[in-house]
């Protein structure tokens, strides 16, 4: 409500001074104010401050001719003016092609007529006037649009998933195939099957607690009331304290042993093992209760995830938790997942996609995470199938810290 107040009293104040800006291109305030209304419903669904239709927005889409109304429909299309790649994340991998000259609608959004019983098939007749063959951006999130599109002949061929955790289904409709994705690259969140011993939890964490170590706060704008903390075990320095990451390849940014991981190695050891793949940093992360919590994000200014080969993977491993530990994520079809992650237990999270943690609890908690180059045997645990060389990737690796 105090954001809407605000917004009125600025937009007054603009509609008051009255004069001509060099962003209207031309265009008088209230013509661009209305425009950016009939995108209100666009809006609901965009995170990405960039994305959003606004005012300025507006006029250089007015200049361009890309806006269109028809009814209550409106859209913002465009005409390819290159062949261009679209990719699931800003590093991939590639999930089409967009060839020159083929219509790209990049923002679709219905203003709702109260009289029209059918706003679906309406925004259905709309999309199928568009010749062929085009492409249609849209947030998965929003069901209508999605029915819609579907309806109209338009096939999804992907997801791409914004910095800021837009799910943007990308939907084509023409003569072309193409090729998916591999599978594990779809997959947002998943339990393993692999268990520790809780006897064995109990004693590092006893071990962790008597220790009274002071854990760092992740300087991030999605990490509410510094709630989010962290220790290394493996890292880029031999200070536990340092929980940051460096860019570049594995050669480039060498991993190894901290001081708490000479205290605690022998234990960490039976959770490290029974991974099979070479590690990248492995932490202690820790969830304040009474409300610690990661708000909605992702993670993708490090290019090296994903599960294909020379990518990296994120494995959470509960130690300390409760019933009110509840983490979310968000699939490529917009669906929330929910999920409480329990002691022993040891989950694959694509920290490209849109997820969100929050402690409710009365107890902290505390897991153990650790990023894993991914390989064969890596994607054959992410697709829950059974394996011969589980333990023996690691099995050197872990003895070269373990000593």
Known sequence: MLVKVINYLMTSLELRENKMKDWQKGYELEKLIEWTNKFEDYNKYCHSPFAKAKKNGMASSLEKGLLYEDGHVVYEMRTAK????????????????????????????????????????????????IEEP????????????????????????????????????VYYKGGRKFIPVPETENINIIKTRLEFSHAIIDVLVDELISMNLEYTNHNSNYNKKKSWQALSLLGFSGDSTYVDKKAGNEEDRPIIQTDLYKKLGKIVTHFLEQLPGRFDRVRFMTLKPGGGELARHTDQTDPMWGTTDEKMVRFHMPLKTNDKVIFTSWDNNGTKHIHNMKKG????????????????????????????????????LLKREKFDTIGLYNKRYVEKYAS
């Not at 790209?104 to 709702?112: A, D, H, P, R, Y």
Request: glycine share 6%; aromatic share 8%.
């Open 82 to 129: 290159t062949t261009s790649k679209v990719k699931m994340f800003g590093a991939g991998p590639q999930i089409a092609e967009v060839h020159k000259g083929e219509k790209v609608i990049t923002k679709l959004s219905n203003t709702f007529d109260p009289d029209d019983t059918r706003p679906i098939q309406t925004m259905t007749d709309v999309l199928n006037k």
């Open 134 to 169: 085009a492409w249609c951006h849209i947030f998965e999130e929003d069901g209508y649009n999605r029915e819609a599109v579907i309806n109209a002949g338009f096939k999804k061929i992907g997801t791409k998933v914004s910095t800021f955790s837009d799910i943007i289904g």
């Open 345 to 380: 237990e040891c989950w694959f999270l694509d920290t490209r996609r849109p997820h969100t943690a929050i402690n409710d609890g009365d107890d902290i908690r505390i897991h153990l995470v650790a990023d894993v180059w991914a390989n064969k045997d890596i994607r054959r």
